[in-house]
């Protein structure tokens, strides 16, 4: 993976020859993040604990979005005013949903699945690397650009955070679901900039199997974002 990084970085940097103007920016971004493959879900239930009213989601891996955001440096460099090189580095938090329906309440007298509502989100933050290549065009004022290329994410923590209420008590998990170290995420981008301010959307889609090293079944749990991005130029 170094060796990968190191590559993307010396050919980003290496065009100063050819490429007629280099852009440094700030982005913020926000937006939705959820798990999809046979094992994400809409609802489920968590197991408690009922003397410590805590416990853990069944299955934390929810196919619902929930608001994501980030924060990223930008170097990309203009080729015959056309074509784009370049790479996005950053720090963000991916936040996805599962509601909860029911809690399975167990002690040493007591052995039972009882209604509840609330949700489980999995926060998963990540240091996020963007090579990305793509080509503008200028329309009026404004410059309209499509990027593409891949996430790079080196997982920092990944931590399910849930709470469900029954109709006699409250319930609350927080749980470490570290299980990957890089989530790999082809990506395309599509923004729109005037003077020093631009704006983009943004979809990736991973390859990498949060659930790869579960044991039994089929276990699948891939990452989906969706990023609504605001650019200011250096």
């Known amino acids: 993976m170094k060796s990968i990084l ?26 939705g993040f959820r798990f999809t493959g046979l094992s994400a879900e809409k609802t489920e239930h968590i197991n408690a604990n009922y003397d410590t009213q805590k416990g853990y989601t069944n299955n934390p891996y929810g196919n619902q979005f929930d608001l994501s955001y980030g924060l990223s440096a930008s170097i990309t460099k203009i080729i015959k005013r056309k074509f784009r090189l370049g790479i996005d580095i950053g720090y963000e938090v991916l936040r996805s949903k599962i509601e909860i329906d029911g809690v399975w309440q167990s002690s040493d007298t007591i052995n ?16 996020n690397v963007f090579p990305k290549i793509g080509f503008q065009t200028a329309m009026q004022k404004y410059t309209v650009y499509l990027d593409a290329g891949v996430d790079i994410g080196y997982c920092l ?3 399910e955070i849930g709470s469900a209420k029954t109709d006699s008590r409250s319930f609350t998990t927080n749980v470490d679901r570290k299980t990957i170290d890089y989530d790999i995420r082809p990506r395309i981008q599509l923004g729109v900039t005037r003077n020093k301010y631009g704006a983009y959307v943004g979809y990736s889609k991973g390859i990498t199997n949060y659930m790869s090293d579960y044991v039994g079944g089929t276990s699948e749990a891939f990452s989906e974002v969706i990023r ?7």
Do not use: D, M, R, W
Request: glycine share 6%; proline share 2%; aromatic share 12%.
């Open 6 to 31: 190191l590559t993307i970085l010396f050919t980003t940097f290496s065009l100063n020859v050819s490429a007629q103007t280099t852009e440094f920016s700030v982005q913020l971004n926000t937006g």
């Open 112 to 127: 039972e699945t009882v209604p509840a509502s609330g949700k489980t989100n999995l926060n998963v933050s990540f240091i």
């Open 157 to 159: 923590s990944a931590k």
């Open 228 to 234: 609504l991005g605001f650019v200011y130029s250096l």
